[in-house]
Each structure stands twice: as structure tokens, then as C-alpha cells.
């Protein structure tokens, strides 16, 4: 004999049951073996998802029958669905009174091949949830002006599975290839205009001694010609020779890539502009330069958008190596005693000599290429450091940055040795000052005591 359909007061039994089956599983879980913990992790999701499914569909009834209407019905699913007070009712919400809006008292189901119809058939379903089910009408609904009138079924279905299956971002993502396939004539090509009037970078968001903020959109070109950029530069690098693993974040590689390929753009103009500096910014600093030279204090950035941004010694320092830093070095009152030169930059010349000589990175095991490296000062600008081949070494900005980091010392060779290094590095940490207090000269003095002006951070004596 065949079984009636179970009515209201046998469901609501069943759901109680399960409600009661689910609270005491953890007590029994360890009864489990693999392949029951796998075959259980399956029902249970089932069960959510029919769980899900069914919230919304009361949602639907109670609209309809006006228990709750307009923005009450939010607060009706809260009420009810303490579990949807962490989230998650708006969009129960939402569908509930677009599918009653769809329907009005009739309870019957929206049109089939209506985005809604859709849509609600997926929810009710247990397909998708209730939040991704409102994301594919938010986008059905965008794409829907650009659609051929008889693609939008297509669409919205096609949608829904992309939904169901990766998320709202899949979906979103091939929004282009939809509207190549299933748009009115120049629908993609008006979508890119539109998008492009709107693509912007931010002003920076400054805050001293922190990360400088920056918010970015891209039209699909513009991003993929960036990532095409910095994307084989972002890559983990491990050093082969030295055993140096790379534990840079990946967000970390992206914006040390991204800078470099800014900097190599500035090198580029300021080459073609017959700059003989060639230098990879210019930034106006006002430090001390007793401070600057004993690596304490800071030094505040002057005249631009960072303006007063604190700036470490030692990043000035690493800075300083290719940067046109201009320092504006200051007496006990805050005076301007001296307004540095550009006199220490490496020329372009000794450049193409640095690049024939060092052939990229000098550090060991790295295969960055010249147009990747740097001019980085063996012995420190500030540090008296004369700018020229013979104390000079490339470096890429990784290894630049490491360099400066571990504070360590090279050996620049008139002749290559037998592995065909011109630079030698010593990587104990610390080898610059243990060098340095080896030098003839020593490390500098903030002032030369016998003229009573300022010692210029080029390492030359210069009147007041």
C-alpha cells in the first residue's frame, strides 16, 4: 500500500528528531571508522543544507501571508533564527520578499524561467544559499541590460551553476565571457568603457612610522598587464647557493615587485631625460646628520604627499644608495645648517661599468639580472663612502634590503677571482662594522672641528 504524503505535524516531528540525532553525535563520534566519519560528514552537510533550504521557504510563507512585510521581514527571520542574529538574515530576508513580490498570495512558484524563478528554485533546492542566491540576482540583474532578451534564462542558469559550484567570485569573474557570448552587440566593449571611468588608484593613506595605505581598482586589461609584470618577480625565491629559504609573505613579494617595477620605470625617464644621476626618486629629508651617521634618531620627509612621514636611519640609509635624498641638516633649534647635493649619485657611466662588471646581483646564489639591480655603496654613504666603482655593488631590492638588514660587508676586486666574482660578500651579520673599524679613516665624524661648519653627507667638508 503506498504511503500518504506526510503532513505538517509528522514533518515537524521528523525535524525534531533530527534536531535530537545531531545534539549527542559528538558523544559517539569516536565509534566512527574513516569511511563512516567521511560517509557521516556527507549526510550531515545534507541535512544543513536541507536545513537551509527550508528556513528560507518559511521565511517565504510568513511573507506572504504578511506575518512580516518590507524591512520587518529581517527582523522577523532574526527573531525566529537565533543562529541568523551572527548573519546571514538579510539575505534570507531578501529573497523571501522578492519571491513573495514575484508570487504575491497565489503561493504558487515564480516563473520558471525568470532570474527569480531561477534562483528560488536553487535556494529551495538546497543548491546554493541564501546569500549566493542574492548574489546571482544582484549580477543577473546587472548583466540583464546587456543581454539578448533570450540568453537571460541561459544566463542566470548558467550563473547558478558557476555559483553553486566555485562561489560568487568564480561567477563574477567570467562575467566577461558571458557577455561576449550572450550580449547585445557591443555590450563587452561599453562594459570596459564604463569599467575604465572607473578604475582608480587612491591617494595614499599616510600614517608615520606605518604602512602607507593604498586602494587600487583595475579593468581586466589593467590588471592582467600588471600581473603579466610583477607576477614572474613575486614568485618564492629560495637561494640555491646559500641555503636561504624565502620567507617573504606572498603579499610581501607582490609590493617589493611592484616597486621595483616603479623604480625601473623612474630609472628608464630619468635616462631618457639625460639625468646623469639617474635617480630611482627624489625624496627632500630633514635629519641630523650626527644621527643619521650613528644610525639614531629619524629624519621626517619634507614637501611631498608623505610629508611628515618618519623615516628610520637605516632606511634612509639603504634609501640613500640610489635615491636622490636630499638632506636638510638641522642645528639644536630645528635650523637649517645645510641642504645636501646630488654630487654622491652613481652616473650613468659608472653604471654601464657596474652592469658589464657585476652582470645583476652580487649576492650570493641570486640570478637577478642588472636591469633588477641597484647601485648599493659597500661603505655606507653617510658612512663617508666614496661613489664610485671601485665601492660600489648591485644588488636587487630583495637583497638590498637584506643587505642593509644584517648590515653586511663586501670586498670590491680590481680582478674577478677563480669563481668569477668581482664582489665578495661576507654574510656574518655585522661585517660592515667590524669593517668599518678597520678602515684607515674609520666611521666619519657628524662635523669636521677644525672649520666648525657641517660635514656634508657626500663625505666632503662644505662652507656653511
Known amino acids: 500500500m503506498a504511503s500518504s504524503t506526510p503532513d505538517l505535524a509528522e514533518r ?25 566519519l567521511a ?7 545534507d541535512l544543513a543544507a536541507a536545513g537551509s533550504a527550508a528556513r528560507v521557504t518559511v521565511a517565504v510563507e510568513a511573507t506572504r501571508r504578511g506575518e512580516a512585510a518590507g524591512s520587518e521581514v529581517q527582523a522577523w527571520v532574526r527573531e525566529n533564527a537565533r543562529s541568523l542574529r551572527q548573519g546571514g538574515a538579510a539575505s534570507v530576508a531578501r529573497i523571501a520578499v522578492d519571491v513573495a513580490a514575484a508570487t504575491g498570495l497565489t503561493g504558487a512558484a515564480p516563473e520558471a524561467c525568470s532570474p527569480i524563478g531561477i534562483v528560488w528554485n536553487a535556494v529551495r533546492l538546497g543548491r546554493v544559499e541564501a ?20 540568453a537571460v534564462p541561459t544566463v542566470t542558469s548558467a550563473l547558478v551553476d558557476l555559483a553553486e559550484r566555485w562561489g560568487p567570485s568564480m561567477m563574477r569573474r567570467l562575467r566577461p565571457q558571458l557577455l561576449a557570448e550572450h550580449g547585445h552587440d557591443g555590450a563587452l566593449d561599453d562594459l570596459q568603457q564604463r569599467l575604465a571611468s572607473a578604475a582608480r588608484l587612491s591617494m595614499p593613506h599616510v600614517e608615520s612610522g606605518d604602512l602607507t595605505e593604498y586602494q587600487l581598482w583595475m579593468t581586466p586589461e589593467q590588471a592582467a598587464t600588471l600581473e603579466a609584470a610583477i607576477g614572474p618577480s613575486s614568485a618564492p625565491a629560495p637561494n640555491g647557493e646559500t641555503g636561504e629559504p624565502d620567507l617573504r609573505p606572498a603579499g610581501q613579494r607582490r609590493v617589493e615587485a611592484l616597486t621595483e617595477l616603479c623604480r625601473a620605470a623612474s630609472t628608464t625617464a630619468a635616462e631618457a631625460a639625460g639625468d646623469p644621476s639617474v635617480a630611482g626618486a ?60 646630488l654630487a654622491r649619485l652613481f652616473t650613468r657611466a659608472q653604471r654601464r661599468l657596474l652592469r658589464l662588471r657585476d652582470r645583476g646581483c652580487t649576492y650570493p646564489g641570486c640570478t637577478s639580472p642588472p636591469d633588477r639591480a ?21 644588488l636587487c631590492q ?6 642593509h638588514r644584517r648590515r653586511l660587508w663586501a670586498q670590491v676586486r680590481e680582478r674577478r677571482d677563480d ?40 663625505g666632503h667638508d662644505r662652507a656653511a
Request: proline share 5%.
Open 131 to 150: 546569500g549566493t542566491g542574492c548574489a546571482v540576482l544582484r549580477e543577473a540583474r546587472r548583466l540583464d541590460p546587456l543581454l539578448r532578451t533570450e
Open 12 to 36: 515537524r516531528s521528523r525535524v525534531i528528531a533530527a534536531r535530537e540525532a545531531l545534539a549527542g553525535l559528538d558523544d559517539v563520534l569516536h565509534e566512527a571508522s574513516g569511511a563512516e
Open 374 to 394: 641597484r647601485a648599493h655603496h659597500v661603505r655606507h654613504w653617510a658612512d663617508g663612502g666614496a661613489t664610485d666603482v671601485a665601492n660600489a655593488a648591485l
Open 39 to 45: 560517509e557521516l560528514m556527507g549526510l550531515v552537510d
Open 398 to 403: 630583495r637583497h638590498h634590503t637584506t643587505v
Open 282 to 341: 627624489v625624496l627632500h629629508v630633514g635629519v641630523d646628520l650626527a644621527d643619521l651617521e650613528a644610525r639614531i634618531g629619524a629624519g621626517e620627509v619634507i614637501g611631498s604627499v608623505a610629508d611628515g612621514t618618519i623615516v628610520s636611519p637605516e632606511t634612509l640609509r639603504q634609501i640613500a644608495c640610489d635615491a636622490a635624498v636630499i638632506p636638510y641638516v638641522l642645528g639644536s633649534a630645528g635650523e637649517v645648517l645645510d641642504v645636501g647635493r
Open 419 to 458: 669563481r668569477g666574482r668581482s664582489v665578495v660578500w661576507d654574510l656574518t651579520d655585522g661585517s660592515y662594522d667590524r669593517a668599518l673599524t678597520r678602515l684607515p679613516n674609520g666611521p666619519p665624524c657628524a662635523a669636521d672641528p677644525g672649520r666648525g661648519h657641517p660635514r656634508h653627507p657626500d
